[in-house]
C-alpha cells in the first residue's frame, strides 16, 4: 500500500475513549401500556378464579388434601373421569377426521369460493351451544328427524337420546369448525410447488400426499386435535342435556357438587384434577408428535 | 394417444390439431417439442412451440414474463398438458405420461425443498421413489453431496441453509437419480446480484462435469449467454429464434430478438431496391443507407433498421469511403459511467440514439458538438417488426 493510505491509520489506541454511555429515558412504549390492560383482566378474570379454586381445593370445608383423597378413592370418580377422556377424545379424533378434507378443499379451491365457505364454517359459531344442543334433542329424539330416517334400518322408532353416541354427535358437530379453520389456516401456508416437486421427482399422487403433504399438517392436526379435546373435557351444557345419567362428564358432576351437593370444595378439587390433566396430556402429546425442521406454534 | 385436450369455451382452436408428427428422427435429440399449442380459456399462452434439444446440451428459453415459457417447460416437466402438439424424452411420445413417470429433473425458482427433511433426505426422496436399495442409494446421495459441496450440511434441515446452499440442494436432488432432462425454472432469481453471478459459473461448470442436458428458463439475458449453448427467445407465446448465443446478438431475425438481447438501435425504415445490397430509407437519417443483402430478413419492404451501438464509428469528419453509410448528428446528453460514457446523439433530421464512448474522449463529447457516425452494410440489419 502506499504512504497515503498509511497516513490514514487510526490514532494510537490510548487516544479512544469509548463514548459516554448512551442513555434514553425508559419510558414504557405505546405496546408495553397496551399490553397492560388485557394483563390486568386476565388477572382479575382468570388469574384470580383459577387461584382461588385452587385455594379452595385444599382450604374448604377443612384444610388439607381430604377432597383429594375423597376423590381418589370414590370408584365412580374415576369412572366420570374415564368418561370424560374417553368422550373427549373421540370428539377430537373425529372432528380432525371430518375436518381435515374440508380444510383441505377449502385451502385448494379459489380464494373467492374459500372466503364464502369458510363463512359458512364459521355461522354456527353465531348461534349459542345452548341452542345447538337443544337442536340435537329435536333431531335425535324419539320421533326426531335423525331418527325417522334412520327407522328402516334400525327397526325401530327409538331415538338415541341420552347415548354417548348422541353426546358425541352433538359435540362433533359443535366443535367441527375448530379443526376446519385450524388446518385450513397451516395448509394455506404449505407452498404449492412442493406437491409438484414431489411428482417431478417421482412420487405418485398417494406417496407424494403421504410424505410431503401430510407431515408438514401434523403439527396443525395435532394441535387442532388437542384443543377439541381440551375444550370437550370442560363440556358441560351438550353432555347434560343430550346425554343420560351414564354420560355424567367431570363437568357435569362438579356442577352437581355447587349446585345439588353445595360442596364447593369437592367441586373445586375436580376443578383441580381437570386442569392437571388437560395440561398434562397436552404436553405429553405435543413432545410426542413434534416434526423436526419445522417451527411449531 | 388420448383426444385432444379440451381447450375450454369458447376456444378458436378446437378441432385444428395437427396430424400427429412423426416421431423426431435425430437420435440424439434427447428432448423434443413438436408443434406444442397451449390455450388457456380463449388465450393463446404458446403458439405452435417446435424445439430439439440435443443430448448434453444446455438450451435457456429467454423471454419477457408472461412470453410462455415457463408454461412451455411445465408442458414438458407434465404439470401442465398441451392443448396440441406431442413432447417427446428420450426418443419416446410422454405427452399424456404423469410427471413421475417422465424421469425429469426440476429446479423450481423457491427451490420447493421439503421443509421437514434433511439435505440428506431430500436428495434420497427421489431416489426412495424409486425404490432403489438403502446402500446404492446411500452411496448416490454422498456423491451428489460431493459434488455439490455439501457433505458438512447434510443433517441440516432446508432452514437452516442459506439461499446458494438451498440452491444446490435443489439442484442435487434434481439430478441424483439421472433424469433424461434437468429442466431449471429461473433457478438463480432468489439470489442476490453476487451470489448469482458465483452460482451461474457453478452451474454451469456442474452441468459439464455431469453431461446433462438442460432446459433453462430465465428472463435475464446475462444468465443466458452466460450459461447456454443455444437460446431460445419467445414474446407472446411464439418462439421468436433459436440460435447460439452470440449469433442470436450478431444476426437476430427480428426487431424484438434485436431489442431484447443487448442494446439495439432501431429505427423504422422502408426498403427502396433490393440486389446486392438493400437500398433503405430510414427515418430519422438523410440519404440511402446500404444494408449487405445477407442481413436484409424482412419480406415487406416496410420494417426496421437495427444497427448495435458499438459497431458505430463516430468520427469529426465525413468518412472517406464510398460504400460506408454516414449520418450527421450532435450530442443531445451524456451520462459518465466510469470507464465509458454513454452518448445520447440526434441526427440532423431527429432521430435519437445512444452510443457508449471511452472516458477519456469525454471532451468532445460536450452537449451541442457535432459529429459523424458512419458504418458498414455489414454492420446493420433490416428486420421484421415485432413489438
Known amino acids: 500500500m502506499t504512504a497515503q493510505t498509511s497516513a490514514k491509520r487510526p490514532p494510537p489506541a490510548a487516544d479512544i475513549r469509548p463514548p459516554a454511555a448512551r442513555r434514553r429515558a425508559r419510558r414504557p412504549g405505546f405496546v408495553t401500556a397496551a399490553l397492560g390492560l388485557p394483563v390486568a383482566f386476565m388477572a382479575i378474570v382468570y388469574a384470580y378464579p ?27 370418580m374415576w369412572h366420570v373421569l374415564w368418561i370424560t377422556v374417553r368422550m373427549s377424545a373421540e370428539v377430537a379424533v373425529l372432528t380432525v377426521l371430518l375436518g381435515f378434507p374440508v380444510a383441505y378443499f377449502l385451502a385448494r379451491t379459489s380464494k373467492r369460493k374459500a372466503r364464502f365457505l369458510v363463512l359458512l364454517v364459521v355461522i354456527p359459531f353465531w348461534t349459542s351451544i345452548l341452542v345447538r344442543s337443544f337442536a340435537w334433542i329435536v333431531l335425535l329424539g324419539d320421533n326426531g328427524l335423525v331418527t325417522k330416517i334412520l327407522e328402516p334400518l334400525t327397526g325401530d322408532g327409538q331415538g338415541m337420546l341420552y347415548s354417548e353416541s348422541a353426546v358425541i354427535i352433538a359435540m ?53 386435535g388437542m384443543l377439541v379435546f381440551v375444550i370437550a373435557l370442560g363440556f358441560y351444557v351438550t353432555p347434560a342435556l343430550v346425554g343420560g345419567p351414564k354420560q355424567s362428564t367431570i363437568a357435569v358432576v362438579i356442577a352437581e357438587a355447587v349446585q345439588v ?29 413434534k416434526v423436526k425442521g419445522l417451527v411449531t406454534l | 394417444m388420448s383426444e385432444q385436450a379440451s381447450a375450454g369455451v369458447g376456444a378458436p382452436v378446437t378441432d385444428e390439431r395437427p396430424a400427429r408428427p412423426d416421431p423426431p428422427a435425430a437420435a440424439e435429440d434427447q428432448v423434443v417439442f413438436s408443434g406444442i399449442h397451449k390455450w388457456y380459456g380463449d388465450a393463446l399462452a404458446v403458439h405452435d412451440f417446435n424445439l430439439a434439444i440435443r443430448k448434453g446440451e444446455f ?52 427451490y420447493a425443498l421439503f421443509p421437514h427433511m434433511t439435505v440428506a433426505q431430500n436428495i434420497a426422496f427421489p431416489l426412495k421413489m424409486r425404490r432403489m436399495k438403502k446402500a446404492d442409494a446411500a452411496r448416490e446421495i454422498d456423491r451428489v453431496l460431493t459434488m455439490t459441496q455439501l457433505t458438512e450440511f447434510r443433517d441440516r434441515y432446508p432452514r437452516q441453509l442459506s439461499g446458494g446452499q438451498q440452491q444446490r440442494v435443489a439442484l442435487a436432488r434434481a439430478f441424483v437419480f ?51 449453448d443455444r437460446i431460445g427467445v419467445m414474446h407472446r407465446g411464439v418462439l421468436q429464434q433459436t440460435a447460439p448465443p452470440h449469433e442470436l446478438y450478431e444476426a437476430p431475425v427480428n426487431s424484438f430478438v434485436a431489442k431484447f438481447l443487448g442494446k439495439s438501435i432501431c429505427l423504422p425504415a422502408r426498403r427502396v431496391e433490393k440486389g446486392a445490397r438493400t437500398v433503405l430509407e430510414v427515418s430519422g437519417v438523410d440519404g440511402r443507407v446500404l444494408v449487405e443483402a445477407g442481413n436484409d430478413c424482412s419480406t415487406a419492404d416496410d420494417a426496421e433498421f437495427m444497427i448495435r451501438p458499438e459497431r458505430l464509428r463516430i468520427s469529426a469528419e465525413r468518412p472517406d469511403a464510398a460504400d460506408r453509410n454516414a449520418a ?16 445520447h446523439l440526434r441526427t440532423a433530421e ?38
Open chain 1, 172 to 224: 362433533t358437530h359443535i366443535l367441527l369448525p375448530f379443526p376446519i379453520l385450524i388446518i385450513k389456516g397451516t395448509l394455506d401456508q404449505i407452498d404449492a410447488s412442493l406437491p409438484r416437486a414431489a411428482r417431478s421427482l417421482g412420487a405418485g399422487p398417494v406417496r407424494a400426499f403421504a410424505h410431503v403433504y401430510l407431515p408438514l399438517a401434523v403439527p396443525a392436526i395435532v394441535s387442532s
Open chain 2, 178 to 228: 439421472d433424469p433424461s432432462v434437468l429442466l431449471m425454472d429461473e433457478p438463480l432469481g432468489a439470489l442476490d446480484r453476487n451470489l448469482r453471478d458465483h452460482m451461474r459459473l457453478e452451474l454451469k461448470a456442474l452441468q459439464q462435469r455431469i453431461g446433462a442436458t438442460v432446459l433453462y428458463v430465465t428472463h435475464d439475458q446475462d444468465e443466458a449467454l452466460a450459461l447456454s
Open chain 2, 59 to 110: 438450451v435457456t428459453l429467454l423471454g419477457p414474463s408472461g412470453s410462455g415459457k415457463t408454461t412451455s417447460l411445465r408442458i414438458l416437466a407434465g404439470l401442465e398438458s398441451a392443448t396440441a402438439g406431442e413432447v417427446y424424452l428420450a426418443g419416446r411420445a410422454v405427452t399424456d405420461d404423469v410427471p413421475e413417470k417422465r424421469n425429469i429433473g426440476l429446479v423450481f425458482q423457491n
Open chain 1, 50 to 76: 383459577v387461584g382461588a379454586m385452587l385455594l379452595k381445593s385444599v382450604t374448604e370445608p377443612t384444610a388439607g388434601f381430604g377432597n383429594f383423597t375423597e376423590a381418589a378413592t370414590d370408584r365412580t
Open chain 2, 328 to 343: 450527421r448528428c450532435t450530442v443531445a446528453a451524456h451520462v459518465y459511467l466510469g470507464p465509458q460514457i454513454e452518448v
Open chain 1, 261 to 289: 351437593n353445595f360442596d364447593w370444595g369437592m367441586a373445586a378439587t375436580l376443578a383441580t384434577l381437570l386442569l392437571i390433566l388437560a395440561t398434562a396430556l397436552t404436553m405429553i402429546v405435543r413432545r410426542l408428535t
Open chain 2, 350 to 387: 431527429g432521430a435519437e440514439l445512444e452510443a457508449m464512448v471511452p472516458a477519456e474522449l469525454r471532451a468532445d463529447f460536450e452537449v451541442g458538438s457535432p459529429h459523424w457516425l458512419s458504418w458498414g452494410p455489414d454492420d446493420c440489419r433490416f428486420l421484421p417488426r415485432v413489438d
